[in-house]
Nanobody, 118 residues
Framework: QVQLVESGGRLVQPGGSLRLSCSASGTIFSSNVMGWYRQAPGKQRELVAFITSGGSANYADSVKGRFTISRDNAKNTVYLQMNSLKPEDTAVYYC????????????WGQGTQVTVSS
């Protein structure tokens, strides 16, 4: 069974920075995609960024130029560096791991709260 554990969420002022981490444990296929999603109150969960095990990254337009996703394959850990944070970035951030071996397996973390407010 795969488990994802996020950390790093907290209250931060507008314009500030924060780094989220997500560590995966269990039996994980080496070719996979790890990503971050977020869900604000009253809104649907949305993709923030994802990165393949080969290092290719993609971002939502709303975070391009401000957020950077990276990963350490040896540690099965993905990071999200968030700079120039805005109040609209306030949400619960969820880590996601996905890979396909005959069928697609997908796992979610429990979420970590990020609040951007003065």
């Amino acid at each position: 069974q795969v488990q994802l554990v996020e950390s790093g969420g907290r209250l931060v002022q507008p314009g500030g920075s924060l780094r989220l981490s997500c560590s995966a444990s269990g039996t994980i296929f080496s070719s996979n995609v790890m990503g971050w999603y977020r869900q604000a109150p009253g809104k649907q969960r949305e993709l923030v960024a994802f990165i393949t095990s080969g290092g290719s990254a993609n971002y939502a337009d709303s975070v391009k130029g401000r957020f950077t996703i990276s990963r350490d394959n040896a540690k099965n850990t993905v990071y999200l560096q968030m700079n120039s944070l805005k109040p609209e970035d306030t949400a619960v951030y969820y880590c996601n791991l996905r890979y396909s071996v005959i069928t697609t397996m997908e796992y979610w973390g429990q979420g970590t709260q990020v609040t951007v407010s003065s």
